[in-house]
């Protein structure tokens, strides 16, 4: 391989990433408000200044490539060594335990992950189908710089790593000259099984997950056992050092002069698979659960037109709810399942063990702060908006008759009443689970507390059901090109989720506790409903 | 829509960061016409269309509409706006949405007929209107957005390059669809064809410079038209370099 190409295919490498970097950079700068605006848009053009960006840029990454090396070393490798200590290790066995944690996690499971000759990368499609570069120049340009690069990266926190265990001279040695070498086999290995079966061993989840847990029982399965007995050191062993190394240098050859990377990057770029944008493909990942499928619905479904005797935004929201049955109306099943079964099994314990009747009635009692977070999760809301938006209303709101404060409050209450009914069903179910519960336990409840309990579960059931209706009304997140993009609606999101799981460490009795809930969810439900009939015809729109 | 009407546009003006699109695009629009908007791309056809239909605010200028002598400001509701790329609900069949748009907008429609009427005006066959929007090709979804506004007959009629996209078949119909409804409409085609603007429209408007100029529509057919219009769009280069 001529050196030289290589240097060319790097550097043309380089100032593409560098330069996509600087892009996004000021592109970053200029949505911040206030700043943003005095960024003009011909910053973009100014190529020198573009370039000092991206040597700044390239340097951080250089650090932040670092700086995760030496996280993984100290999380992975150094602190369940250090929390094993009083265990009572030698020094040397604890550089023992050292190398073979790594090698079991780094050098077996880690070797055989993603392979650089046959990665799907934004930057290779741009590369090699855009910029048309040579694919065989630019794969084995990429592989070695790529394991290169890795190397010294973790060269510092590997030595450094290595001393603080407790590794000899020897040891440090054979492991900066293993590890590349280990490293190198496991990109030829997946090579080799790629040629002989066209399929690339990483893309296989189940493999690959496998091999993650096997990796890390077998590292960890010393400490936990607290035996200093390290397998793995012997890696790293001269006479397994001289191994690796042959074996290393013949990946190396086998890697360099491997004749299929013209193929392989014709396999493996395929146009569909790869979005030279990764903020699109997460975007598209966002709604793929509510995307509709053929199974859904039926052809004759379609004929029958049997909600004709509706109108308007009744019957568009009656044919939307049946045609989302299995985001809805599945879900709900299995939440009652759910509650039937737990109901049963808890039914029949009390029958059969009497001695359980008067703790698990004060049990429950107290349980109640736990039901915020139970319904948090019971309840159908957030799946549903995001069906809403991604196969109604980003279409529909480019209409607009579709954006009339009248169509879209009517729009809003139908959509409410539907979500609050399922919701309600599933609370009334576990209302007469809990009150069955409680009969059976045989300890008399008083009324008071008996009906706070249930209205507190209605109540949260209803406070759900608004709540995400309500976050997507006034806060409509999502833009035509499925990105998010309202820091208000993240912010609510997480105080209610914080909220509910706060809920979690409150032990109380039903009637104190059924105050604060009741007036909560009271209050925040009459705000909200509120805010929607003040900003959702404003605020309901694509952003 | 009885009687004369025209829309009156007076200096729209628009920007995108430091890029001005529209520099006070202003013309008058007159009913029964249809209007060639051509222009290069990028020049500005589809931001006056948004402009217009109030998904885009413009930053300066106005839209007003004239009914038998009777001067208003434009309102979206008085615009039918078919979008380049359609954009209908994808989990309604055809005939499902048609149902959902009369319901809707009942009292705009003065003369309501059948849904299935409506469909073979647009030549859909039965069979496809009982299929989910998502599986209609783009050019049975842009029958349906035109449909929409033969139903409601809104005013004014802006189309973002409509037939550009069509098979010969689909786009011959469009064009016989659009000369019968002309009469009850100001209708606004903008498209970068030079063709399709001769063979469709009565009055040419050239999108340039952020300007509208108008074509003298007498040389709509003449040999010297292509070349003039060339002329001056060639010339926006100019006032871009200035």
Known sequence: ?543 | MEGQAQVILEGIQKSFGDKEVLKGASFTFEKGNIYGLLGRNGSGKTTLFNCLSDELTPDAGKAWLVQNGERKELLPSDIGYVFATPILPDFLTGYEFLKFYMDINKDKITDPKPIDFYFDLVKIEKEDRHRLIKGYSHGMKNKIQLLCYMITRPPIMLLDEPLTSFDVVVALEMKQLLREIKKDHIIIFSTHILQLATDLCDEIVVLTGGQLEPVDSSMLHSKEFEEKIIEILKDEDGHEHQ
């Open chain 1, 1 to 543: 391989m001529n050196i030289n190409n290589m240097k060319n295919t790097l550097l043309g490498v380089f100032h593409i990433s560098t330069a996509s970097m600087a892009n996004r950079l000021i592109y970053f700068v200029k949505r911040i408000p206030l700043i943003g605006k005095a960024v003009p848009d011909g910053i973009y053009a100014q190529m020198e200044l573009k370039q000092g960006l991206a040597v700044v840029a390239a340097l951080f990454y250089a650090l932040y490539r670092l700086f995760c090396k030496a996280l993984y070393v100290g999380l992975m490798v150094l602190l369940p060594l250090l929390l094993a200590m009083e265990d009572g290790f030698t020094r040397a066995q604890q550089g023992d335990l050292f190398l073979h944690i790594f090698f079991f996690l780094s050098c077996l499971a880690g070797a055989v992950q993603a392979p650089k000759a046959l990665e799907a990368k934004p930057n290779k499609f741009i590369c090699i189908r855009l910029v048309g570069m040579d694919p065989e120049e630019y794969t084995r340009s990429m592989v070695l710089f790529y394991h290169g690069s890795e190397f010294l990266y973790f060269l510092p926190s590997l030595l450094i790593g290595g001393i603080i265990a407790g590794c000899n001279a020897w040891q440090l040695i054979g492991l900066i000259l293993a590890f590349p070498c280990y490293r190198l086999m496991g990109e030829a290995l997946q090579l080799i099984v790629y040629r002989r079966t066209k399929r690339v061993l990483s893309t296989s989840y189940v493999l690959i997950s496998i091999l993650l847990v096997a990796g890390a029982i077998l590292a960890y399965a010393p400490l936990a056992a607290g035996s200093a007995y390290a397998v793995g050191r012997w890696a790293f062993f001269f006479p397994a050092v001289l191994a690796a190394l042959i074996l290393g240098a013949l990946s190396l050859r086998y890697i360099l002069r491997y004749p299929g990377y013209r193929a392989a990057a014709q396999d493996v770029l395929v146009h569909d698979k790869i979005s030279a944008d990764p903020q699109k493909t997460a975007a598209q990942n966002r709604f793929r659960d509510v995307k509709l499928r053929d199974s859904d619905f039926t052809g004759e479904e379609l004929i029958a037109g049997k909600h004709g005797n509706q109108k308007g935004y009744r019957y568009l929201n009656t044919i939307f709810f049946e045609r989302h049955r299995r985001m809805l109306v599945l879900p709900l099943y299995r939440r009652l399942l759910i509650v039937a079964v737990l109901f049963v099994g808890c039914g029949a314990a009390l029958l059969f063990f009497p001695e359980f009747r008067p703790t698990f009635s004060q049990v429950l009692s107290r349980l109640l702060p736990a039901f915020c977070f139970v319904m948090y999760f019971a309840s159908i809301g957030e799946r549903i908006c995001r069906a809403m938006f991604y196969n109604c209303d980003i279409s529909l709101l480019r209409y607009s008759y579709y954006r009339e404060r009248g169509a879209i409050l009517r729009n809003f209450q139908i959509r409410l009443a539907r979500i609050a009914g399922l919701n309600l069903i599933l609370a009334a179910a576990i209302c007469l689970a809990v009150g069955g519960l409680i009969f059976l336990s045989g300890v008399t409840w008083s009324p008071k507390d008996m009906i706070f309990f249930m209205l507190c579960i209605l109540f949260l059931s209803l406070f759900f059901s608004v709540h995400h209706l309500f976050l997507y009304y006034v806060c409509q997140p999502y833009t035509t090109e499925l990105d998010m993009k309202n820091p208000l609606f993240n912010i609510i999101n997480v105080v209610v989720y914080m909220v509910c799981y706060m809920c979690l460490q409150i032990h109380t009795v039903p009637s104190n506790f059924a105050f604060i809930v009741l007036g909560a969810t009271l209050s925040y439900m009459v705000v909200a409903l509120a805010l929607v009939y003040k900003f959702a015809p404003k605020t309901f729109r694509i952003k």
